[in-house]
Nanobody, 124 residues
């Protein structure tokens, strides 16, 4: 089992940047593919970005391509989401998730472990 704790959320203005971190504890972090999801009020949870175990393959939802970057440091048991050029529509609770597979997924039901979430609010 792995425990996930997100940090780095906050209130920013449109065009600003934030970096989210997700620290993992428990079993070997490098055994897990990781994903970042978000959920805005009244909307379904969506995959924002995902990364495979080694960090060599990434996925981004179309709306964040070119603005967000997912990365991981297996030595520090941490996955990051660098968010640049933030927009009001990026406002949501952001969750990190882990799945004990080599390859990541954009489907939330394929992830076994979730963090508690961190709020990101982008004002216009």
């Amino acid at each position: 089992q792995v425990q996930l704790v997100e940090s780095g959320g906050g209130l920013v203005q449109a065009g600003d940047s934030l970096r989210l971190s997700c620290a993992a504890s428990g079993r070997t972090f490098s055994s897990y593919a990781m994903g970042w999801f978000r959920q805005a009020p009244g909307k379904e949870r969506e995959a924002v970005a995902a990364i495979n175990r080694s960090g060599g393959t990434t996925y981004y939802v179309a709306s964040v391509k070119g603005r967000f970057t997912i990365s991981r440091d297996n030595a520090k048991n941490t996955v990051y989401l660098q968010m640049n050029s933030l927009k009001p529509e990026d406002t949501a609770v952001y969750y990190c998730a882990a799945r004990p597979r080599s390859y990541s997924s954009s489907y939330s039901y394929e992830y076994d472990y979730w963090g508690q979430g961190t709020q990101v609010t982008v004002s216009s």
